[in-house]
Nanobody, 124 residues
Framework: QVQVVESGGGLVQTGGSLSLSCAASGRTSIQAWFRQAPGKEREFVAA????????YYEDSVKGRFTISGDNAKNTVYLQMNSLKPDDTARYYC????????????????????WGPGTQVTVSS
């Protein structure tokens, strides 16, 4: 069974940068990042589809976050720049191990493998 493991995260000041990594133990069709802040619902952040290297972003992170993938390592990276206190949350990596429907990339139901998450805290 495929598993994913996140790394990175931590504490940074407003305007700073952090990088997250998500390594999968096997092949996936798409890997994504979701985040959940205390008292809020889990929300989609960004996704990387291995077929063609397509990238998806949530509107609030466009221009600040960049998602990329290393096919040889089955690893997806999320470079986060110009961080804001609103970006504070636990970030989860998710992966789909079979075919996915492009228009459903924002839905947690698209993904059947989840990591334990990594905390990102942006201080003001």
């Amino acid at each position: 069974q495929v598993q994913v493991v996140e790394s990175g995260g931590g504490l940074v000041q407003t305007g700073g940068s952090l990088s997250l990594s998500c390594a999968a133990s096997g092949r996936t069709s798409i890997q994504a990042w979701f985040r959940q802040a205390p008292g809020k619902e889990r929300e989609f952040v960004a996704a990387f589809g291995w077929g063609g290297g397509i990238r998806y972003y949530e509107d609030s992170v466009k221009g600040r976050f960049t998602i990329s993938g290393d096919n040889a390592k089955n690893t997806v990276y999320l470079q986060m720049n110009s961080l804001k206190p609103d970006d504070t949350a636990r970030y989860y990596c998710a992966a789909a191990t079979s075919f996915y429907v492009a228009y459903a990339h924002r839905s947690p139901r698209t993904y059947d493998v989840w990591g334990p998450g990594t905390q990102v805290t942006v201080s003001s």
